[in-house]
C-alpha cells in the first residue's frame, strides 16, 4: 500500500492546479486492488497521469483512444473501461434515469433499465455498452492469464487458476465465465468502496475544524515520517481514526443494500435460505 500512496501524493501541491480528490482516491484504491486482483499495477497513481487518465477514461465510449499509452493492449483498455464505468454511477440528473427512478419506486427500474438500454445516448445505453466491453476485455485477461505457464500466486486471479488446474476445486464450479466475474467483483467491490469513503471522509472532516485538528495531531504523533506503520500499529495506534471512519460509513453508506443469492441451501440465525439457481447470462 506505502507504495502506491507515496505515487499518489506526489507533486498534489502544485500551485494554480486543483485536485479532485474523488478521482485521486478511485485512482489510487483501483491500483491497489487491482494489484491484489489480477497482479498488474495500472499506474493510475503515478504523478501526471490524472488528466491523462480520465480523458482516456472519457473517450471509450467514443470510440476514440485505448488507453494511457499503452498500445491499446487488453489490460489498458480494461481499466479505461471501468474508471468509466464506475465514474458514471450518479445519483444526479446526468447519471441513469433507471437508478435515480430505482431510488423512488424499485418495482420499475428494472423494466425502465431494459427499455432504456436500447435506446442510443442514454446513459442506461452508455452504460450497458461498456459493461459489455468490460466484459469482453476481461474474458480476454483471464484467458490470456490461464495460458500462462509460470503464473505468480500473489494475487487473487492467479490463486484461483491455481487451484482450478491443480484439481483441488471442481472445473465446473471455476469457469472461465464465473473466473471473470468474481475477479471483477473483487476489483470493482474494493476499488469503488474504498474511493468513496476516502473521499467521504474528506468531505466531513473538511467541515469540522475540532474534528481535523484532532486527527492530525493524533496522525502526526505516531512517529517520523519515515515510519511505516504496519497493520498492527493501525489497529492500535489510531483509535480516533477508526471513529472518524466508522462514522463516516455511517453518515454515508457505500451500499445501503447488497442482495446475496445461495448456491446451495443454508440456514443462518434459523432462518432458511432457499438455494437460488443464477442463469449463466445473470453474471
Same mark, same amino acid.
Given at each position: 500500500?506505502?507504495?502506491? +500512496?507515496?505515487?499518489?501524493? $506526489?507533486?498534489?501541491?502544485?500551485?494554480?492546479?486543483?485536485? +479532485?480528490?474523488?478521482?485521486?482516491?478511485?485512482?489510487?484504491?483501483?491500483?491497489?486492488?487491482?494489484?491484489?486482483?489480477?497482479?498488474?499495477?495500472?499506474?493510475?497513481?503515478?504523478?501526471?497521469?490524472?488528466?491523462? %487518465?480520465?480523458?482516456?477514461?472519457?473517450?471509450?465510449?467514443?470510440?476514440?483512444?485505448?488507453?494511457?499509452?499503452?498500445?491499446?493492449?487488453?489490460?489498458?483498455?480494461?481499466?479505461?473501461?471501468?474508471?468509466?464505468?464506475? @465514474?458514471?454511477?450518479?445519483?444526479?440528473?446526468?447519471?441513469?434515469?433507471?437508478? +435515480?427512478?430505482?431510488?423512488?419506486?424499485?418495482?420499475?427500474?428494472?423494466?425502465?433499465? $431494459?427499455?432504456?438500454?436500447?435506446?442510443?445516448?442514454?446513459?442506461?445505453?452508455?452504460?450497458?455498452?461498456?459493461?459489455?466491453?468490460?466484459?469482453? /476485455?476481461?474474458?480476454?485477461?483471464?484467458?490470456? /492469464?490461464? !495460458?500462462?505457464?509460470?503464473? @505468480?500466486?500473489?494475487?487473487?486471479?492467479?490463486?484461483?487458476?491455481?487451484?482450478?488446474?491443480?484439481?483441488?476445486? %471442481? !472445473?465446473?464450479?471455476?469457469?472461465?465465465?464465473?473466473?471473470?466475474?468474481?475477479?471483477?467483483?473483487?476489483?470493482?467491490?474494493? %476499488?469503488?468502496?474504498?474511493?468513496?469513503?476516502?473521499?467521504?471522509?474528506?468531505?466531513?472532516?473538511?467541515?469540522?475544524?475540532?474534528?481535523?485538528?484532532?486527527?492530525?495531531?493524533?496522525?502526526?504523533?505516531?512517529?517520523?515520517?519515515?515510519?511505516?506503520?504496519?497493520?498492527?500499529?493501525?489497529?492500535?495506534?489510531?483509535?480516533?481514526?477508526? $471513529?472518524?471512519?466508522?462514522?463516516?460509513? /455511517?453518515?454515508?453508506?457505500?451500499?445501503?443494500?447488497?442482495? /446475496? !443469492?445461495?448456491?446451495?441451501?443454508?440456514?443462518?440465525?434459523?432462518?432458511?435460505?432457499?438455494?437460488?439457481?443464477?442463469?449463466?447470462?445473470?453474471?
Amino acid at each position: 500500500m506505502q507504495s502506491f +500512496i507515496e505515487f499518489a501524493t $506526489q507533486n498534489l501541491d502544485t500551485p494554480n492546479e486543483d485536485i +479532485i480528490f474523488s478521482n485521486l482516491s478511485l485512482r489510487l484504491a483501483t491500483d491497489l486492488i487491482g494489484d491484489a486482483a489480477f497482479g498488474v499495477n495500472f499506474g493510475l497513481s503515478k504523478p501526471h497521469s490524472v488528466c491523462e %487518465s480520465m480523458k482516456s477514461a472519457n473517450n471509450v465510449n467514443g470510440g476514440g483512444g485505448s488507453g494511457c499509452g499503452s498500445g491499446g493492449d487488453e489490460v489498458s483498455d480494461f481499466i479505461n473501461q471501468h474508471i468509466y464505468s464506475t @465514474t458514471q454511477l450518479k445519483m444526479d440528473l446526468s447519471g441513469s434515469f433507471s437508478i +435515480i427512478l430505482g431510488l423512488l419506486a424499485p418495482i420499475l427500474q428494472e423494466p425502465f433499465r $431494459q427499455i432504456l438500454k436500447r435506446i442510443p445516448g442514454t446513459m442506461d445505453w452508455k452504460i450497458e455498452r461498456t459493461n459489455r466491453k468490460l466484459s469482453g /476485455r476481461l474474458d480476454e485477461i483471464v484467458k490470456k /492469464r490461464m !495460458e500462462e505457464k509460470n503464473r @505468480t500466486s500473489k494475487n487473487f486471479l492467479s490463486l484461483i487458476l491455481n487451484a482450478r488446474e491443480s484439481r483441488t476445486v %471442481s !472445473e465446473n464450479v471455476f469457469s472461465p465465465d464465473y473466473i471473470s466475474a468474481v475477479t471483477y467483483e473483487h476489483l470493482l467491490a474494493g %476499488s469503488a468502496t474504498t474511493s468513496f469513503t476516502l473521499s467521504s471522509i474528506v468531505y466531513l472532516v473538511a467541515g469540522h475544524p475540532d474534528v481535523e485538528k484532532k486527527l492530525l495531531y493524533e496522525i502526526d504523533g505516531f512517529g517520523p515520517h519515515d515510519l511505516t506503520p504496519t497493520a498492527q500499529y493501525l489497529h492500535q495506534s489510531f483509535p480516533y481514526l477508526d $471513529q472518524v471512519i466508522k462514522e463516516t460509513m /455511517r453518515f454515508y453508506t457505500v451500499s445501503p443494500l447488497v442482495a /446475496r !443469492e445461495t448456491s446451495n441451501e443454508v440456514e443462518i440465525g434459523g432462518y432458511l435460505l432457499p438455494k437460488v439457481e443464477v442463469p449463466l447470462e445473470a453474471w
